[in-house]
Each structure stands twice: as structure tokens, then as C-alpha cells.
């Protein structure tokens, strides 16, 4: 019996050596892959960085890894990033924001009128973020009125009912009308707002801004979390840290960590007069190094830079002791403890799992 098997195994591996299918068939292992859509920290802009943004990809080795794509925040430019990995805006299964700030949704609306006009055949995209969030300050954000009126700048100047005149089957209410708005009651549990197949994706409340949410695939080869701009709940020192305790429990047994940060060199001791309110909300380098470690994460992927690499200003805010490097994010980060791989985000940074040797 096991002759046979062994000869079976020969002949199965000799078949599929000359018949590309087969050999696809017989090696096809899942795969994850993370890539940085966009690094820009903040709404400044810097050496054409795209805005803020995530896309997480999982399949097989058949499929390029592509079997689902995900994409997480849209920043300015998250659709010229997609085309550089070859992704169009139909290709992607669902947006998720974390929280309605500009630089993490001014890609929506293209990526949406580009579906709409391009793209409109395909099943509805799906939108996924938090309920509308009352603020204490007497506002409220809401990512379902931002979905709602994506295009409406389009509509009142008139071109959504030029390119439908041109092409009736375009929906008629424009981009907004391919997607599906899934909204959740952002909770400092867990809770799962979106799965496919082998794919779940979870989401927990984090303090930034009303509404902020982080989230964290799960996928049968590994886990990544996408923390946005969480920074921790008690909004000023004293305290442990600036990271965000929910974020740190979503992150345990991830694989992967993504996480906006910020320089200790704009805290405000560094002479940058960066307001202390904005700094202390976002998470530091430092900080997230340590989170990292404690979390048992393997990579670390820094993205949102504040300030930009190489960069001696940000926005109008300059830094005293000039420009910071890859280098000093680095050291920022293993003076947190953390001993693991890191990524101090460019465009298009990625990360794949499981990792290839
Ligand atoms: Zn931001």
C-alpha cells in the first residue's frame, strides 16, 4: 500500500511539472499579504505620500493572494496605490474607516465615482465603520452621511447626469448607490462587522476622535491588526501609555501589527510647538514598540508618519533639530522593548504571510 502511494505521489508530482494547472492545483497554499496604501500622517502633504490607507489581501498562491481584498481607510491617491499592485477600485470587497477624518477618507469618493463609472456592473461595495458618534462638543460624526453624500459635489455640478446620459445603466443616484452601508456600535469588546469564507474581521471602539474604530483580520494563515490613529483613552499624562488598551487586546496573538505614530520629537518638550492635545491623542513610537512586544506580535508596521521621513517640517509645525530618519523611528521603537520585525512605512511597504524563506 504504501509503494503504491509513493508511486501515485511520483506520478501525481511528474504529471503536474508539465501541466501549469495541475502544478498550481498541487501547490496552491493561502496567503496573506498587508500593503501600505498610503504613509502621509495627517492631512499635510509631503513628497506625493498618499493618504493614509491599508489593503489586506488573502487567497492562494493561484490567485496572486486575491481572493479577498480589503481595504482599510482611503487617504488621498488610495487609488493610484491600488493600480501600482494592479488592484482596480471593483476589485475591492469592502472599505473600512476607522474614523471620518479627511486624510483617511479623501480616496473614498474617487475610488467610488471610478466604480460608478467604470465598474458599475459589479455586486455593491460594502462600507464598513462605526455609527454616527456624538462628540462631547455638541457634534456628531458620521461615516453614513459622509458615504451617503460622496458625490454630491458631482451630482450639483452636474456631471453624474452627463456620464449617465451617456450610459443609462449607471446608477441613478451616483457613487453611493454601489455601496452598502454597514454601520456598528463601536464597543470595547470585540465584535465581529464583516466575514467572507475563511476571512473575519473584527472591530473594537478607540479613542482618537468620536467614532474611531481599530480592527483585525483573521485569516486561517495569520492575523493582522490595523490600529488607525488610536491613541489612549485618558487623553493627556500622567499615564501608562499612550497606546490604546482595547487595541493592545485586540492585537494579542496577531501576527501583524499596523499602527499610526508619532515622533517623541513632536511631544512637547521637542520645540516644535505641535499642539500637546494633537500629539498626546495619537500613539508614539515608543509607545507602540512596547505594545508590540507585550502583545507578542512578530511585525510591526508603523504607517501615518508624524513627521514624514526626511522631512524638517510638519505641516507648518518645523523641527528645531531638522529632519528624523527610518533610523530614528527605529530607535524610538526598540526603546519600547520591541525585538521584533519592523517597517517604517513608505508607499506600498508590504508584508506577507506566511513569511517566504
Ligand atoms: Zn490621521
Known amino acids: 500500500m504504501k509503494r503504491v502511494m509513493i508511486r501515485l505521489l511520483f506520478v501525481l508530482s511528474f504529471v503536474s511539472s508539465f501541466v501549469p494547472g495541475l502544478s498550481a492545483l498541487a501547490q496552491?497554499?493561502?496567503?496573506?499579504?498587508?500593503?501600505?496604501?498610503?504613509?502621509?500622517?495627517?492631512?499635510?502633504?509631503?513628497?506625493?505620500?498618499?493618504?493614509?490607507?491599508?489593503?489586506?489581501?488573502?487567497?492562494?498562491?493561484?490567485?496572486?493572494?486575491?481572493?479577498v481584498v480589503l481595504q482599510f481607510d482611503a487617504g488621498r491617491g488610495t487609488s493610484m496605490r491600488l493600480s501600482q499592485v494592479g488592484v482596480t477600485p471593483g476589485q475591492v470587497d469592502a472599505v473600512f474607516i476607522t474614523h471620518v477624518h479627511s486624510d483617511h477618507v479623501d480616496g473614498l469618493a474617487d475610488l467610488l465615482q471610478l466604480r460608478w463609472m467604470q465598474e458599475y456592473k459589479l455586486p455593491k461595495i460594502d462600507v464598513v465603520c462605526s455609527a454616527d458618534a456624538a462628540a462631547g462638543a455638541g457634534f456628531v460624526m458620521s461615516c453614513a452621511?459622509?458615504?451617503?453624500?460622496?458625490?454630491?459635489?458631482?451630482?450639483?455640478?452636474?456631471?453624474?447626469?452627463?456620464?449617465?446620459?451617456?450610459?443609462?445603466?449607471?446608477p441613478v443616484g451616483g457613487p453611493a448607490d454601489l455601496v452598502n452601508v454597514r454601520t456598528f456600535a463601536s464597543t470595547d469588546a470585540p465584535q465581529v462587522v464583516w466575514s467572507s469564507g475563511d476571512v473575519r474581521v473584527t472591530a473594537v471602539r478607540s479613542a482618537h476622535v468620536a467614532g474611531h474604530a481599530s480592527y483585525r483580520v483573521d485569516t486561517p494563515v495569520g492575523s493582522v491588526v490595523i490600529g488607525g490613529d488610536a491613541g489612549n483613552d485618558t487623553p493627556a499624562p500622567p499615564r501608562a501609555s499612550s497606546t490604546s488598551a482595547q487595541v493592545e487586546a485586540l492585537a494579542r496573538g496577531a501576527q501583524v501589527i499596523v499602527h499610526s505614530a508619532i515622533h517623541p520629537v513632536m511631544g512637547p518638550d521637542g520645540g516644535t510647538g505641535f499642539p500637546?492635545?494633537?500629539?498626546?491623542?495619537?500613539?508614539?513610537?515608543?509607545?507602540?514598540?512596547?505594545m508590540a512586544q507585550r502583545s507578542g506580535a512578530q511585525h510591526l508596521m508603523l504607517t501615518h508618519l508624524i513627521p514624514p521621513l526626511e522631512a524638517d517640517r510638519q505641516g507648518p509645525y518645523r523641527l528645531p533639530k531638522g529632519a528624523i530618519t527610518a533610523a530614528d523611528y527605529e530607535t524610538a521603537v526598540r526603546a519600547g522593548g520591541f525585538a521584533g520585525g519592523l517597517t517604517v512605512g513608505g508607499d506600498l511597504s508590504s508584508v506577507r504571510l506566511p513569511v517566504r524563506r
Request: proline share 4%; hydrophobic share 30%.
Open 145 to 170: 452621511k459622509l458615504v451617503a453624500h460622496t458625490a454630491d459635489a458631482y451630482i450639483q455640478s452636474g456631471e453624474i447626469a452627463q456620464r449617465r446620459a451617456e450610459d443609462k445603466a449607471r
Open 276 to 290: 500637546a492635545p494633537i500629539y498626546h491623542r495619537q500613539s508614539t513610537a515608543t509607545d507602540l514598540g512596547a
Open 28 to 67: 496552491a497554499a493561502p496567503c496573506m499579504v498587508v500593503t501600505l496604501t498610503g504613509t502621509q500622517g495627517g492631512p499635510s502633504s509631503f513628497r506625493g505620500l498618499a493618504g493614509s490607507g491599508t489593503m489586506v489581501r488573502y487567497g492562494d498562491d493561484s490567485n496572486d493572494c486575491r481572493g
